[in-house]
C-alpha cells in the first residue's frame, strides 16, 4: 500500500484542525478581551532509507541521504496577548487594561480565574461582579454612594462619594505570569493557573510591568479578520491538494492491479 495516502490523510486531518481553529478566533472577532491562537504544526515521524553522512565507499559520504517522512501533526495552539482595540462605552465600571495582565476573579467554588474581560456590574451586594456574576477579587463594594460617583483611576483605585464626601472604595489588582500564553482557556473569557503559566504576580497597575486601567472603556478582541480569512483559503487549498494526492495514489494502484488482469 502506498505511503502516500496514510501521509496525506494527516495533512487533510491537520487542515480540518486548523479551519476550526480559524472558525473559533473568527466566532469571537466581537468578544470583550478575546486573544486569537494560532496553530503550531510538526512533521512526523522519518523512514530512513540511507543516513546522511552513510559511507557509500571509503572515504565517500553520501551529502543528503533518503529520509521519507510521514505526514504532519498539531501540537498545539499558542494564544497570542497582542492589545485589542479600546472602545469608549461610557459605563464608569467597564474597564479595559492598556498593557500586561489580567483581572483576579473568584468562581463560585473558591477558585480563581483570570480575565481581560473588565465589563463589570453590581451584584444584589453592591459588589463589583463579570457578566456571569464572578465577583472580582479584593471584594469591592460600591453599594451605598452617590449614582454616578464611581470611579476608577489608572492605578486601580476605585473611589466615590458619600453624602457629598469623597470614599475610596478599594483597588482592583491585575494578576501577570511569566508565560501567559501556558494559562488554560477555560471559556466564558477566563483563563486558569496552569504550570506552564508560573505563578501569578499579583499587584497595583502600573507597577512591575503591570498594565494602567481605563475606566469608561473596554477592550475588544485581537483578532484581525483578514488574517483570518487568509489562514481559512490556505487550509481550505492544503486541504484540496492533499486530497489530490491521495486520488492519484488511488489511481496508481488501480493502474497497478489492471497491470495484474
Do not use: C
Request: aromatic share 6%.
Amino acid at each position: 500500500m502506498l505511503r502516500g495516502l496514510y501521509t496525506s490523510a494527516t495533512g487533510m486531518r491537520a487542515q480540518e484542525v486548523l479551519i476550526d481553529n480559524t472558525a473559533n478566533n473568527l466566532a469571537n472577532v466581537n468578544t470583550n478581551g478575546f486573544k486569537r491562537s494560532l496553530l503550531d504544526f510538526a512533521d512526523l515521524v522519518y523512514t530512513t532509507e540511507s543516513a546522511p553522512g552513510s559511507e557509500i565507499t571509503a572515504g565517500q559520504v553520501t551529502p543528503t541521504g533518503l529520509q521519507i517522512g510521514s505526514g504532519v501533526r498539531p501540537v498545539g495552539t499558542n494564544k497570542v496577548f497582542t492589545q485589542g482595540t479600546i472602545i469608549g462605552t461610557g459605563n464608569s465600571l467597564d474597564v479595559a487594561i492598556q498593557g500586561d495582565g489580567f483581572f483576579k476573579v473568584q468562581m463560585p467554588n473558591g477558585e480563581f480565574r483570570y480575565t481581560r474581560d473588565g465589563a463589570f456590574r453590581t451584584d444584589a451586594e453592591g459588589r463589583m461582579v463579570t457578566g456571569d456574576g464572578y465577583v472580582l477579587d479584593g471584594n469591592i463594594t460600591i453599594a451605598g454612594v452617590d449614582p454616578g460617583t464611581v470611579s476608577i483611576s489608572p492605578e486601580g483605585n476605585v473611589g466615590g462619594q458619600l453624602d457629598g464626601a469623597a470614599v475610596q472604595l478599594g483597588q482592583i489588582q491585575i494578576a501577570r505570569f511569566a508565560n501567559p500564553a501556558g494559562l488554560s482557556s477555560e471559556g466564558g473569557n477566563m483563563y486558569s493557573l496552569t504550570p506552564a503559566s508560573g505563578p501569578e504576580r499579583l499587584g497595583p497597575p502600573l507597577t512591575d510591568g503591570a498594565g494602567s486601567l481605563r475606566a469608561g472603556f473596554l477592550e475588544r478582541s485581537n483578532v484581525e479578520v483578514v488574517s483570518e480569512l487568509v489562514s481559512l483559503i490556505t487550509a481550505q487549498r492544503a486541504y484540496e491538494i492533499n486530497a489530490r494526492a491521495i486520488r492519484a495514489g488511488d489511481e496508481m494502484l488501480s493502474n497497478s492491479a489492471q497491470i495484474i488482469r
